[in-house]
């Protein structure tokens, strides 16, 4: 390993702690009082960085609560453009997006994440950002990984489908009534876009 990869490295894992730092400080805040009653400085001087480290990660204090960020998009793009080659572009997005949902659930803070979003369900307005940022990172991968380019339209499709299967998964885990995994309801989604949207068997 070479002293650039070295350094780049250490400030990926730097990355990752400011932005977990992030997500714990206002998960506790979130859990104490509400996502609405608690300002980014306030989550900033928990965590002990500045607002404008906050903003270098998140576009507002409930993007903290969210698997998909501005921060994580060239992330989320060089997965897909470096997944195996014989992968048909649907099933390297899938592998992609249900790796991450995947790491978000294992976090340290998933469960109390997870109670918030049931808890305040205003803060998935926001995830029409993280939305859009996911669909840019999934159609920047593919169109690099096809040869087709970001805005070829059946690279948008890809990445259009994709997104619903996440925006569906979500709406539905959080609105059952009963604990499901939202990993499996993710999978569940992709299964019926996979099948042609012919209905699953009884």
């Known amino acids: 390993m070479t002293t650039a990869d070295e350094g780049a490295g250490l400030r ?7 932005r977990q730092a992030l997500r714990t400080a206002a998960v506790r805040l979130f859990a104490e009082r509400s996502p609405a009653s608690v300002t980014v400085e306030e989550i900033c001087a928990e965590a002990g960085v500045s607002p404008r ?4 990660y998140f576009d507002s204090k409930e993007e903290t609560l969210l698997p998909f960020t501005r921060d994580t998009y060239e992330e989320v793009a060089g ?5 195996p080659p014989e992968e ?3 099933e390297a997005v899938r ?32 995830g029409m950002v993280a939305a859009r940022t996911l669909n840019l990172a999934l159609r920047d991968g593919l169109g690099e990984r096809t040869g087709r380019g970001a805005d070829d339209p059946y690279v948008r499709l890809v990445a259009a489908v994709s997104v619903t299967a996440v925006h569906v998964a979500v709406n539905v885990w959080q609105g059952s009534a009963e604990e499901r995994d939202i990993s499996q309801v993710l999978a569940e ?4 876009i996979e099948r042609g949207l012919t209905p699953p068997p009884e």
């Open 88 to 90: 048909e572009p649907l």
């Open 79 to 83: 997965r897909v453009r470096a997944r």
């Open 53 to 56: 480290t906050f903003f270098n």
């Open 95 to 126: 592998a992609v997006v249900e790796q991450s949902i995947a790491r978000a659930v294992a976090g340290d803070t998933w469960r109390q994440e997870a109670a918030l979003l049931r808890a305040n369900p205003q803060v998935l307005q926001r």
């Open 189 to 192: 989604a992709f299964d019926g």
């Open 12 to 18: 990926e894992r730097k990355k990752r702690m400011t």
